[in-house]
Nanobody, 118 residues
Framework: QVQLVASGGGLVQAGGSLKLSCAAS????????MAWFRQGPGKEREFVAH???????YYADSVKGRFTISRDNAKNMVYLQMNNLKPEDTAVYYC????????????WGQGTQVTVSS
């Protein structure tokens, strides 16, 4: 089982940057697919990015080229570097974990608010 705690959200002006962090518990962190999702006001939760245990990454088109997901397996951490932020990036951001081969994410963090002002 994995417990996730996300942090690093805040208020930033459009064009600015933020780096989100997600701390994970558990000795098998390195095998998990780690992802970030977000839910904007009045919107459904949407996928942002994921990174496999092998380091392969995948991004939503809306953030490609602006956001970078990374992980440090030695520290049980996953990060989301967000650059050139836009007001439409405003959302609660969640980190999530899935075992390889599963089509759903079983473990979720509590979310961290990101607000981008225009």
């Amino acid at each position: 089982q994995v417990q996730l705690v996300a942090s690093g959200g805040g208020l930033v002006q459009a064009g600015g940057s933020l780096k989100l962090s997600c701390a994970a518990s558990g000795r098998t962190f390195s095998v998990y697919i780690m992802a970030w999702f977000r839910q904007g006001p009045g919107k459904e939760r949407e996928f942002v990015a994921h990174m496999t245990s092998g380091g392969a990454t995948y991004y939503a088109d809306s953030v490609k080229g602006r956001f970078t997901i990374s992980r440090d397996n030695a520290k049980n951490m996953v990060y989301l570097q967000m650059n050139n932020l836009k007001p439409e990036d405003t959302a609660v951001y969640y980190c999530a974990a899935a075992l390889p081969g599963r089509s759903i994410y079983d473990y979720w963090g509590q979310g961290t608010q990101v607000t981008v002002s225009s």
